[in-house]
């Protein structure tokens, strides 16, 4: 009854803010406000504090980003309140798009190298002449379009104004972010003419009249959606891979694949299964032909192919010969539905996921420090784009990354590195180990996935750009490459050339995933000097994070519901708790599904566990003087960086997990910390001047320590009072009798088990 509910809110709190056009200073006051209310530190609005000038769409951005709902209702609620607007809060936020908490900004830092005076006035006449479109579209269209081609020269602006511009006005304006982009491309409803211009973005009148070819849709008696909000929701609704590839552009070839085959005995080359195809298909001549995106793919013959390559996945089709597609045994007898696509679909992309973590070459540290073999990792790579970078402009104009190889045809047949390995051996007549050339081929096809980040490169200290993979593995024989064949769509984010210290692998890709410090050189390079488009959108969306709630928590851990509801008790009153026990009961375990459970899902990212150890110190924990090659740095430490990633995303909460708390001289470790501990000192009104640094630093309300302790080492008496009083202490005992592991031990049934226990 409540769908879409947030419009008369949204649309009401719009108007109110064009009355501020010219009081900006009051403006912020109110927002300040808001914030004295609900006890929440203010975002991030500038650099060295409070904002002195804000534009509108920012002013959205403060409950428009990836925060709870109880959160967004919190400060809706405020908003209400201090504007004294006539409406409700809103019950349900379906199909709103959301900025990435870090960054909800629309202008820049005046401390930016790419601040402009006039971005913030520019975006309040933006605003202001799209709420006069919206109630008179003729007489203030060219106004509109000016405004709108002004704002795109402003960095992190572009798509993002599409999502400001649906915010306050949800039944006029089109809202084009990564996933509405990403649907609009999968649908057949909207003329391919219409997207064209997504690889370059939009100008004014071009998004105007993509706009006004939806409202020409939302009338037809066919129509899938009647609204922007209800075509937006779908696309956030949507949970596969969100690509060009995706479920509703490729899976419709699964049938007519299997048909073909079946029709002509059994097996045919490529080239018979098309036709035989086109025909049961009946069809035109152009749909045979349509080709689309800036390398010209022709559409009907990269589906297929993308068709067949999970068939063979699957085990439906025998690839052993080349150039001849053949059924198996299993294909003979199945009757090939859409559900089952589908699910074949689903099935193969949740295998390719897996390689990625179960691959022995790789030691993927953060997901073996935390334990989740389950949860996936946004991983980084260094990539060349060519030799000697010979292609980074073409790949970066065409928003690709390919490498090649041609002659090995489609990389998604070889089933393992070996399989690789004899293949170029036998391509270059060669016995040589190609070891680095079949990995990197494997790792291209297999294990990069949509939301990874890249590093173009060129040489060992050089970085040309910066990027964000949107889809999977794509083999284009039909480019007009014919050479580079092999191809994955990027968003290319920063171009430069950008020297660095560090020396990197000279392999074509490389995962640097496990090298943090290199990859935080890198970016600060970039971000120091790139005047290119900053992320702004939420981009890591395309993978899904798991959730887990109270019921996972109690299948998964050995305590009962009492025991948990005591123990999230006493970690909301001090903010720290130590878990203790002897070895073996499963703390580490506990401590990082507890986190989860109060976040209600396995979000890594707010999620750090470090160990404790004799030589830990002050230096390590918070900041402190590293050797370098020739002298020494100041460096960050662990909980300081986790500190300040949780302030800048104030309403989540974060947890950080220290293991052998007891075996660290924790005096030596918190140094000045000691007193922020406490959860009345949390926050900037209790901030203290670092050591090493002159600077402040607080600890954020948001930020939860949970420590573990082994009740059997001696090193207990190293918990002095100071610490001890700062800190909860929950107990726990083997769960031998507990109903989980007594309905475990039935489930075994092992008179063996049950006579050691």
């Known amino acids: 009854m409540n769908k879409y509910d947030w419009t008369d809110f949204y649309t009401k709190f719009a108007t109110k803010l064009l009355e501020f056009k010219d009081n900006r200073k009051e403006l912020i006051q109110h927002i300040l406000n808001i914030y004295d209310h609900i006890d929440q530190d203010l975002p991030k609005l500038e650099e060295n504090g409070i904002p002195d000038d804000i534009d509108p769409f920012s002013v959205f951005g403060l409950f428009n980003k990836s925060i709870t709902q109880e959160h967004r209702k919190e400060i809706i609620k405020e908003i209400i309140k201090e504007f004294q607007l006539d409406t409700e809060v809103p019950e349900d936020f379906s199909g709103i798009p959301l900025l990435n908490p870090v960054r909800i900004i629309f202008y820049q830092f005046k401390s930016s190298p790419n601040y402009k005076e006039d971005q913030i006035d520019t975006l309040w006449d933006l605003f202001s002449t799209a709420l006069d479109y919206a109630n008179n579209p003729e007489s203030n269209k060219e106004k509109f379009i000016n405004y709108f081609d002004k704002s795109q020269s402003f960095n992190g602006v572009l798509w993002n104004v599409t999502m400001g511009l649906f915010w306050i006005r949800p039944d006029t304006f089109i809202n084009l972010d990564a996933k509405n982009r990403a649907l609009i491309e999968i649908q057949d409803f909207i003329p391919n003419e219409s997207i064209n211009f997504f690889k370059n973005h939009p100008n004014g009148k071009e998004y105007l009249e993509l706009i006004d070819r939806f409202q020409e849709y939302f009338k037809s008696p066919k129509a899938l959606f009647h609204s922007f909000p209800e075509f937006s929701d779908e696309a956030w609704e949507t949970r596969e891979s969100l690509t060009s590839n995706s479920k509703a552009s490729f899976l419709k070839w699964f049938e007519p694949v299997i048909n073909a085959l079946k029709e002509l005995g059994g097996s045919g080359t490529p080239s018979e299964v098309k036709e035989k195809i086109a025909e049961n298909e009946g069809l035109t001549e152009d749909e ?365 909460d974060y947890y950080f997990i220290i293991d052998e708390i007891n075996r660290g001289n924790l005096s030596k470790i918190f140094g000045e910390l000691f007193m922020l501990l406490e959860k009345d000192k949390r926050g900037k009104k209790n901030r203290i001047k670092l050591l090493y640094e002159d600077q402040y630093f607080s600890i954020p309300k948001n930020v939860y320590i949970i420590g573990m302790m082994n009740t059997a080492d001696r090193s207990l008496a190293l918990l002095d009072f100071a610490l001890r009083r700062r800190f909860g202490f929950f107990p726990l005992e083997p769960g031998f009798n507990s109903k989980g592991f007594v309905n475990y031990l039935n489930n075994i049934n092992s008179a063996k088990l049950h006579k050691l226990i």
């Open 288 to 652: 045979l032909n349509e080709r689309r995106g800036k390398n010209q793919v022709n559409r009907f013959s990269n589906e297929v192919d993308f068709a067949r390559s999970y068939l063979v996945k699957a085990g439906f089709i025998d690839n052993k010969e080349r150039g001849i597609w053949t059924l198996t045994d299993k294909a003979k007898n199945v009757e090939m539905t859409q559900a089952l696509a589908s699910k074949i679909f689903k099935t193969e992309n949740k295998k390719l996921r897996e390689k990625s973590k179960n691959n022995p070459l790789e030691d993927n540290t953060e997901s073996n420090a935390l334990g989740d073999d389950n949860i996936e990792l946004t991983h980084t790579w260094t990539f060349n784009p060519g030799e000697q970078a010979s292609k980074w402009e073409e790949f970066f104009n065409e928003g690709i990354m390919a490498i090649g190889y041609a002659p090995l045809g489609d990389l998604s047949q070889y089933q393992s590195k070996e399989e690789i390995l004899r293949a170029l051996q036998k391509v270059k007549k060669s016995e040589h180990k190609f070891s680095n050339s079949s990995l990197a081929i494997w790792q291209f096809v297999n294990e990069l996935k949509p939301g990874d980040i890249i590093f173009a490169k060129n040489g060992r200290s050089e970085i040309l750009g910066k990027g964000i993979v949107e889809s999977i593995y794509e083999y284009n024989p039909d480019g007009e490459d014919k050479e580079y064949v092999n191809q994955r769509k990027v968003k290319w984010i920063a171009k430069g050339n950008w020297p660095i210290k560090d020396t990197l692998a000279l392999k074509t890709l490389t995962d640097i995933t496990d090298f943090p410090k290199i990859i935080e050189n890198i970016n600060k390079v970039i971000e120091a000097e790139s005047t290119e488009e900053e992320i702004t959108e939420v981009e890591t969306g395309l993978e899904e994070i798991p959730t887990y709630t109270k019921e996972d928590f109690l299948a998964d851990v050995y305590i009962n519901e009492e025991k948990y509801k005591d123990l999230i008790k006493l970690l909301k009153i001090k903010k720290n708790v130590i878990l203790e026990g002897p070895p073996g009961v499963g703390k580490t375990y506990l401590a990082k599904r507890l986190a989860y459970s109060l976040m209600g899902e396995k979000d890594i990212n707010r999620v750090e566990m470090i160990q404790f150890h004799q030589s830990y110190a002050y230096e390590d924990f918070i900041m402190g003087y590293r050797p370098t090659e020739n002298n020494f740095e100041l460096r960050e430490g662990s909980f300081y960086k986790f500190c300040k990633k949780a302030e800048d995303d104030s309403e989540n």
